[in-house]
Structures are given as structure tokens and as C-alpha cells.
């Protein structure tokens, strides 16, 4: 597909149990990021990816919180031991990279945690 | 930290009033863009306006930037209901300004 693709749409998971979110960011983006954004909230920030260089991972608000971009490509957002606070809407979104340039997103994967 | 705020948080208009958001920044910036939300999910890109615009338009889409006041606005004029979303301001950070980061969203409702 042409744009920013994220999995699954929704997902309901018990409280202690690990999560995968997926994000498929448009071909020959070199820049992606994960957001997080509570109901009602703004965008928080969690992580970002720029080609092969490390990750920023300041936005990340726990260590349970983890993410790998494989072959400059796919992204996955893992989070272990889920508690009810981590419910949220998980944005991914991709870019060319560069500076401030426009930022391309997914719709989103729903989590919640009870 | 954010680093951009919008206000107000929330605004409610008739159908054909013009809508005005304001957007505040702490750095120094090259550009700044608008983002709009439908529904909770992802967000969709409106407008880039760069540092030496003062102003630019898209439609029924107008953005100030004063980089003085470190401040921008986005005012939607004509409005309709299917303008009701949340818009969202988005800020270049990190030392090579390729992160975006969002302010808190103003949330506007348009009532036919």
C-alpha cells in the first residue's frame, strides 16, 4: 500500500501480558517514529528512528517499553507487562527524514489493558 | 517537554464562522506544520510554513508565523462541519531538527 500501515487496528490485552504493535512505513522513508496519545490527549513522544543511526529513545516512558526497526524498514513497538495506564492509541508515523520535513501516519493501533 | 501549545484547548462555532487556533514554541525553528485528527486516529498534514513566510494560505486554510513571538496561527475561515477534528501544531527538535513534536491539539467543533 502507498501509505503508513500499523497492526492490529485494536488489541485487548489482560494486564501483565506483552504486546507487539506493528508499523509498515511508506517505501524509502527514512525517518519513523512511534507517538503515544491518551484519550483526549496530545501526542506523546516515544521513539524515533533516522536510517541506520541510533535510535532516540528519550520519549520511551519505562523499560518496558522497547523497539526495533529491522532492515531500515518494518518497526515494532513491544510492551511488556502491560498495565492499565499504557491504554492508549499507539501512533506510528514515517517521513523522508531531514529536517522538519512532513510526517506521513498510520491510523493507529488501540490498545487497552484490562 | 512539548515544545508547542496550542490554544484554545477546545472551541465550539456555527457552521460558517472562521476558526482561530494559536500555536506557541520555546526554539529557535526552520518550519512549523499544522496537523489535523479525525476521530482519535492518525493525523493528516495541512500546511508547512517556513520560517521567512509570515503567511501562507491552502484553501480555506490560512498560518501566521511570527518567529519574534515564537507564536502561529491557524485560521480556517467558512466553516463546515466536517472541519471538526482536533489540529495539531508539530515542531522540529533534536540536533539535526528531524524530530516532530506535537503540541496538545486544540479540538474544534463546527455545528451546522
Known amino acids: 500500500g502507498a501509505g503508513v500501515s500499523q497492526s492490529p487496528s485494536n488489541k485487548v490485552t489482560e494486564k501483565g501480558k506483552d504486546v507487539e504493535l506493528r508499523c509498515d512505513p511508506i517505501s524509502g522513508h527514512t525517518a519513523l517514529y512511534w507517538y503515544r496519545q491518551s484519550l483526549g490527549q496530545g501526542l506523546e513522544f516515544l521513539i524515533y528512528f533516522q536510517g541506520n543511526s541510533a535510535p532516540d529513545?528519550?520519549?520511551?516512558?519505562?523499560?518496558?517499553?522497547?523497539?526495533?526497526?529491522?532492515?531500515?524498514?518494518?518497526?515494532?513497538?513491544t510492551i511488556q507487562r502491560?498495565?492499565?495506564?499504557d491504554s492508549a492509541v499507539y501512533l506510528c508515523a514515517s517521513s523522508l527524514g531531514g529536517y522538519g520535513t512532513e510526517a506521513f501516519f498510520g491510523q493507529g493501533t488501540r490498545l487497552t489493558v484490562v | 517537554s512539548q515544545?508547542?501549545?496550542?490554544?484554545p484547548q477546545a472551541l465550539s462555532i456555527q457552521e460558517g464562522e472562521n476558526a482561530t487556533m494559536n500555536c506557541s514554541?520555546?526554539?529557535?525553528?526552520?518550519?512549523?506544520?499544522?496537523?489535523?485528527q479525525n476521530s482519535g486516529r492518525g493525523l493528516v498534514h495541512l500546511?508547512?510554513?517556513r520560517s521567512n513566510e509570515r503567511e501562507k494560505h491552502s484553501g480555506r486554510l490560512r498560518v501566521t508565523l511570527?518567529?519574534?513571538?515564537?507564536?502561529?496561527?491557524?485560521?480556517?475561515?467558512?466553516?463546515?462541519?466536517?472541519?471538526?477534528?482536533?489540529y495539531f501544531c508539530a515542531t522540529p527538535m533534536g540536533d539535526a531538527g528531524n524530530m516532530l513534536t506535537f503540541g496538545g491539539g486544540?479540538?474544534?467543533?463546527?455545528?451546522?
Do not use: H
Open chain 2, 66 to 86: 511570527d518567529t519574534s513571538k515564537k507564536s502561529s496561527s491557524l485560521l480556517i475561515t467558512a466553516s463546515r462541519a466536517a472541519d471538526t477534528a482536533s
Open chain 2, 47 to 49: 500546511i508547512l510554513i
Open chain 2, 106 to 112: 486544540t479540538r474544534l467543533m463546527v455545528k451546522p
Open chain 1, 57 to 77: 529513545k528519550s520519549g520511551l516512558p519505562s523499560d518496558r517499553f522497547s523497539a526495533e526497526r529491522t532492515g531500515g524498514s518494518v518497526s515494532t513497538l
Open chain 2, 25 to 36: 514554541y520555546k526554539t529557535s525553528i526552520n518550519n512549523l506544520q499544522w496537523y489535523r
Open chain 1, 82 to 85: 502491560t498495565q492499565q495506564e
Open chain 2, 3 to 7: 515544545q508547542g501549545e496550542e490554544d
